[in-house]
Structures are given as C-alpha cells and as structure tokens.
C-alpha cells in the first residue's frame, strides 16, 4: 500500500511559521550567503523535503539535487517537462540550459539528480561543478543543493567547498547527541559555515514545552536557523 503523507490542520500554520522564521533568519544571515548546502546526519531525516519548503518560502529558487547515489527529490516534487540530470551535466553529456527544469511551484526550478554515476565523489571536483555555481549565483537569489548525509559519504564535505553556508536537518527522536556533535566535527573541516540546524518531525501534539526547549537548544549551539516543527506524520 503507499504511503499517505497527512499534515494535520491544526499544524499547518505552525509549520509556514516555522519557514517563514527560517527564511528570514536566512536573510539575516546575509546577502552573501546565496549558495546554501542542506544536509542531514543520516538517510531519512526529511532535508529534501526540508529544502522544497524552505525553497517555497523563499523567492526565486533553484535546487539542485545533489545526492548522486540515492535521490529522493523527484518523490516530493513534479517537473513540467523532461529534463536531464546534474550527473549528465558534470560528465559533459549536455550543457547548462538542458538540465534546469521548471516545476509546479511558481518561482522554483529544479535540477534533479540524473542518472547515478560510479564516481559521484570525483564529478563534484571538476570544473563543470565550479562552473555550474558560478552561473547559478548570478541568475538566482538562492541556491539550495540537496545534499547526501554526511554520516553515510564524503560527498557533502566537496559540494561544501563550492558553497556559503550548509543547514542542517536533524530529525527529532532519530539522532543522538553524540552522533550530531561527531557530524559536527566533520562540518568544521568543510571550512563552510554551519548557519543552522532545522529540527525536523518534532510532533506537536506529544512535544509541548520540551519540544520547543529541544528545537531552540539546536538552533542555539548549532546556529542562528532553526524550526520546531514541520507537522508532518506518515502512515
């Protein structure tokens, strides 16, 4: 049976709150910081969804799914036309124009994953990446790129050298202490700074005042973009 994605109408306001806060401390963060990574510890944790959100609370958006080994961003999203993908672009199989594709959210294009190569590590080292960044900077207010976790490959670490800041998914109740401070010592060796940490599938019925004490607690030893909550429960 599929899975249903239900959001409840009672967190619904809570959750664009939660984005609109995000967004303006994005904002507040600085005009320099336009080509923004999202990762998160583990598979799961929600950053691509995460990214879309944040994306549709922002103005013109582009996205590029950057998780060359297992992408998730075409189950959350809809593109008006076949496009190709980031790994055809960085292995010179087409050019720039071809891979960017318009979705059914207004103000936001998309280029999604591709096919998966055997070298997704190497092709984020090219020039056709650098390359890529410096265009997309100068066409777009933000680009957010999706990134792999950075507990499971070193992707995220290379992707981070081409960008400004990274923002970090952590999924209430999945991650330990332990495990985000040993992801966050692997953050400080990008030499990219960490804006924030996002607390992701915090319940708002069951959290109360711990929920909201847990989501500030992130977003003050982590940075200055967090959110408590984005309401969203699966079946």
């Given at each position: 049976m599929?899975?249903?994605k239900i959001i409840r109408k009672n967190t619904e306001y809570h959750t664009k709150e939660a984005y609109r806060t995000i967004r303006t401390n994005l904002r507040l963060c600085g005009s320099d910081r336009k080509v923004v990574a999202v990762t998160s510890c583990l598979p799961g944790e929600g950053k691509s969804r995460v990214s879309i959100q944040l994306a549709q609370a922002l103005s013109e958006e582009i996205i590029i799914d950057a998780d060359l080994r297992k992408s998730g961003m075409l189950n959350n999203i809809s593109l008006k036309a076949k496009c190709q993908g980031l790994s055809d672009y960085l292995s010179g199989q087409c050019n720039m124009e071809e891979i960017i594709c318009a979705t059914d959210m207004e103000n936001l294009n998309v280029i999604i994953s591709g096919p998966f190569?055997?070298?997704?590590?190497?092709?984020?080292?090219?020039?056709?990446?650098a390359e890529l960044i410096r265009?997309?900077?100068g066409e777009y207010d933000y680009v957010l790129i999706d990134t792999p976790p950075l507990g499971s490959v070193i992707d995220t670490a290379v992707i981070a050298e081409q960008c400004d800041g990274i923002i970090w998914v952590i999924s209430y109740g999945l991650i330990s202490r332990?495990?985000?401070?040993?992801?966050?010592?692997?953050?400080?060796?990008?030499?990219?700074?960490?804006?924030g940490a996002i607390l992701n599938k915090v319940e708002l019925k069951n959290s109360g005042y711990y929920g909201r004490y847990y989501g500030k607690y992130y977003g003050e030893?982590?940075?200055g973009v967090q959110s408590e909550e984005t309401g969203e429960k699966r079946n």
């Open positions: 599929a899975q249903i190569p055997p070298n997704p590590t190497e092709l984020f080292r090219t020039d056709h990446f265009k997309l900077r332990g495990l985000a401070l040993e992801i966050k010592s692997q953050m400080d060796l990008c030499k990219c700074p960490v804006l030893y982590y940075g």
